[in-house]
Structure formats: structure tokens, C-alpha cells
């Protein structure tokens, strides 16, 4: 079985400050990790993935993720929020000992950056 | 990158009609595609999987006659919501996966019924 949990609903930061958006996962085997982003009444975007290799990830927009193991978390950062960073992100992990390809989701969090 | 076109991405309809998504691969071939119903404020809720060439396959709790999904070739697959009613009305998202890690999603399509 798979999981995911985002704890916060809503995350408020001003604008120029760094933000994280936490994630924490559960899986029997090893994860696939993955953080989307939408806008409203928009569908999901790709933001970034961890595989394998190096725990830092770097994707799209200047966002980031660090994936770690021990804490089973792989949060969202970004050292200088903007105002355009405004959405509702999405964890997603998938089990890669599972033969199925569908992720499952967390409940989402609104970031709110402020001016 | 890999593109998937989802449309309409609005519709509104009135009670007792049917109301058809389609949801393409541009330029990849998905044999396997995902259906997703999104309340709000709420994260997406996986209705069904979708094959080319046979029967869908549907999660607990999900009408198979009520959402109708049609998987014709391998870049189109189509929800059609029968006989909808106001608790219809949501935000319907599907996905198709490129590999084993990647999956692309369509941009929504908003039901309203009436």
C-alpha cells in the first residue's frame, strides 16, 4: 500500500521569503516521488520527481525537493517565493516494488504568497 | 514534452442529459489512461482506469453506468457522464502515463449541471 500526507491545508509566506510545502510518504519498497502544481480550474503540472540518485532535486520554476529517506518526507522549497507562486501543489508518490502506474495523491496545499 | 488535450474545459448541462469528456495523447501513444474527480478544496479522486481495446476498470464506489469510459484507439479515451445530476458537478482531470515514471495530465474540464 501507498500514502501520502500533505499536514498543512494552507501555507502563507510573504513575498521574497522562503517557502516550504511538507510531504511525507509511506510505501513497502522504494518510492517514486512527485510534486505537481495547479492552477485554478486548471489541470495538474509537472513540477519535479525524485528516481534515484541525488536527494536534492531540483524542477521547474526555481522550486526544489529533498528527498529523505529516514523521514520519509519529500518537502517542497523555494528560497524566494513570489506572488505567482500562488496554487494548490500536490505530493504524489508511487511504489516502485507495485506493478501499477498510478500515483497516489496527497490532499493538496494552497500556497498563498503575499505581496 | 508530452502533451495531453482534454476537452471541454468547461461545460455546463442541464439535469437528465449526458455529457461527453474526451481526453487525447497529442504526440505519444497512451494505451492506458486515468480518470480523476476533483471536489474542492479536496485532492483528486481516481474514478477509473481506462484501457485501449477493452473494458475499463473502475475503483470501488464508482458507477460503471453512470460514468460511461470508452477507450477507442490509442490517443483518445472518453468519460461520459449519463443521466447527470447537480451532485455531478465537479472538476474532472484525466491522465495518461509516458513510461514508467512520467504521467501527463489534461488541463480539466469543469461539469456543471443544472
Known amino acids: 500500500a501507498q500514502s501520502v500526507a500533505q499536514p498543512e491545508d494552507q501555507v502563507n509566506v510573504a513575498e521574497g521569503n522562503p517557502l516550504t510545502v511538507k510531504c511525507t510518504y509511506s510505501?513497502?519498497?522504494?518510492?517514486?516521488l512527485f510534486w505537481y502544481v495547479q492552477y485554478p480550474n486548471r489541470g495538474l503540472q509537472f513540477l519535479l520527481k525524485?528516481?534515484?540518485?541525488?536527494?536534492l532535486v531540483k524542477g521547474s520554476y526555481g522550486f526544489e525537493a529533498e528527498f529523505n529517506k529516514s523521514q520519509t518526507s519529500f518537502h517542497l522549497k523555494k528560497p524566494s517565493a513570489l506572488v505567482s507562486d500562488s496554487a494548490l501543489y500536490f505530493c504524489a508518490v508511487r511504489d516502485r516494488a507495485g506493478g501499477s502506474y498510478i500515483p497516489t495523491f496527497g490532499r493538496g496545499t494552497s500556497l498563498i504568497v503575499h505581496p | 514534452g508530452a502533451v495531453v488535450s482534454q476537452h471541454p474545459s468547461r461545460v455546463i448541462c442541464k439535469s437528465g442529459t449526458s455529457v461527453k469528456i474526451e481526453c487525447r495523447s497529442l504526440?505519444?501513444?497512451?494505451?492506458?489512461m486515468f480518470w480523476y474527480r476533483q471536489f474542492p478544496k479536496q485532492s483528486l479522486m481516481l474514478m477509473a482506469t481506462?484501457?485501449?481495446?477493452?473494458?475499463?476498470?473502475?475503483e470501488q464506489g464508482v458507477e460503471k453506468d453512470k460514468f460511461l469510459i470508452n477507450h477507442a484507439s490509442l490517443t483518445l479515451s472518453t468519460l461520459t457522464v449519463t443521466s447527470a445530476h447537480p451532485e455531478d458537478s465537479s472538476f474532472y482531470i484525466c491522465?495518461?502515463?509516458?513510461?514508467?515514471?512520467?504521467?501527463?495530465f489534461g488541463q480539466g474540464t469543469r461539469l456543471t449541471v443544472v
Open positions: 491522465s495518461a502515463p509516458a513510461g514508467v515514471t512520467e504521467a501527463f
Open positions: 481506462s484501457n485501449e481495446g477493452s473494458k475499463a476498470t473502475y
Open positions: 504526440d505519444f501513444q497512451a494505451t492506458t
Open positions: 510505501v513497502s519498497g522504494n518510492p517514486y
Open positions: 525524485y528516481i534515484t540518485g541525488d536527494n
